[in-house]
């Protein structure tokens, strides 16, 4: 392969994205956002057959053959195969398990990829020649493309056919929630909440922490499954005094102050005590009075109709930072049966919901299993552990 940087300004062609699944297609087909930049003039050009890939995802399988002349960014490399060369090869080789442990290698003086806590960074077209690789003649590299192209697409579309399924099962779960809160004296929130408080957000090493032994602040996505998860946190450096005030306590509602279009406002309740846990300044912390079940209340709160108001109420100039405010989650509308149906009500939605976490979980790790199968089955074929003649 060669690298190829062609730069045409006033160039009329279309404007590319990689996708991991998809390989190389047109931006349109991903989103309909208007693009960044104002001028195409300094973006590459790739031609029909070249193999583009993002250079910050390489590991990932951010890559693909062009089935058409386009343009990308700077953060996309272009390489041209030379003759005897099959692109569709190559680039299986490249989303190879082999490929990754030979970028690792290379990886010790560009970044350290092979570290969790450092950031991988690009993959220069330099890095990417060092690596020697046995290329069969372009006959047989034509086979294993063939073979891969068949294979991967039954995998993809059983993998396609699970999350479908988990799409359905996340909206049972809403459906059952919706119907069973459902009931009851339509009632403002602030009628029943007692406190709303907000926490604290200092500098934090990225380890968990449990709480209890640890000091650590809440991460905003602890709330995020509807279940409260303490290991969504962060540990608190020796050298900063914990504030005690800001302390979760049992059978407090933690909701998210800001995030994403879909999770701000997510809910979950505090199950026991966490001494050294701490609300950051992305979480509330919502106490309710003793008539109500404050679990009954998170489960409200993550229904359609609890979920229409909050998006109604939140603000942001981004769809991936939305926020709520105290007042507005005042004024919610909830429905509240008497405490006795509420808890009734709770024990049912724990059961419910169980059986259809433990579905999603199931489906979860088959697509997990599926894209292991598929990445070894790339891996066996272009690396010659498979004769792709005799499972022609």
């Known amino acids: 392969m060669e690298k190829i940087d062609e730069r045409i300004p006033g160039v009329e062609l279309p404007l590319m994205s990689v996708s991991q699944t998809r390989g190389v297609i047109r931006r349109s087909e991903l989103t309909d956002a ?17 193999l583009v890939f993002n250079k910050m995802s390489i590991r990932s399988g951010a890559m693909g053959v062009a089935a058409e002349d386009g343009l990308v960014t700077y953060h996309y490399e272009v390489m041209r195969p030379r003759q005897g060369t099959d692109p569709h090869f190559v680039a299986y080789l490249m989303k190879s398990s082999w490929f990754t442990a030979e970028l690792i290698k290379r990886e010790r003086g560009i970044g350290a990829g092979d570290q969790a806590n450092v950031r991988t960074t690009e993959v220069p077209f330099s890095v990417l020649k060092t690596i020697d690789a046995y ?24 993998i396609e056919e699970q999350q479908r399924l988990i799409e359905m099962l996340h909206e049972r779960k809403a459906a059952v929630m919706a119907m069973a809160t459902a009931s009851g004296e339509p009632v403002a929130l602030r009628r029943v909440v007692t406190r709303i408080r907000q926490g604290w957000s200092p500098n934090c090493d990225s380890a968990a922490v449990n709480g209890v032994t640890e000091w650590g602040v809440l991460k905003v996505g602890c709330s995020n499954s509807g279940r409260f998860d303490p290991t969504q946190s962060k540990r608190l450096p020796d050298e900063t005094t914990p504030r005690s005030e800001f302390v979760v306590e049992p059978g407090e509602i933690v909701m998210s102050r800001a995030n994403t279009k879909e999770l701000v406002g997510a809910s979950a309740v505090v199950d026991r005590a966490y001494p050294r846990l701490m609300l950051s300044d992305l979480n509330y912390g919502l106490t309710v009075s003793s008539g109500v079940d404050p679990e009954f209340v998170s489960y409200a709160l993550r229904s359609g109709h609890a979920r229409y108001q909050i998006s109604l109420a939140s603000k942001g100039t981004s769809p991936t930072m939305q926020k709520i405010s105290q007042r507005d989650i005042r004024n919610l509308i909830l429905q509240f049966p008497p405490l006795d149906e509420q808890r009734r009500i709770v024990a049912d939605l724990d059961d419910q919901t169980a059986k259809i976490n433990s579905l999603i979980a199931e489906t979860e790790r088959f697509i997990q299993l599926a894209r292991e199968h598929r990445s070894a089955l790339i891996t066996a074929a272009v690396t010659g552990q498979i004769d792709v003649r005799e499972v022609a």
């Open 34 to 50: 208007p693009q960044r930049a104002e001028s195409l003039d300094n973006y590459k050009v790739c031609r029909a057959n070249d």
């Open 135 to 158: 290329i069969p003649d372009r006959a047989e590299q034509r086979a294993i493309a063939d073979y891969l192209d068949r294979e991967t697409v039954r995998v993809d579309t059983l």
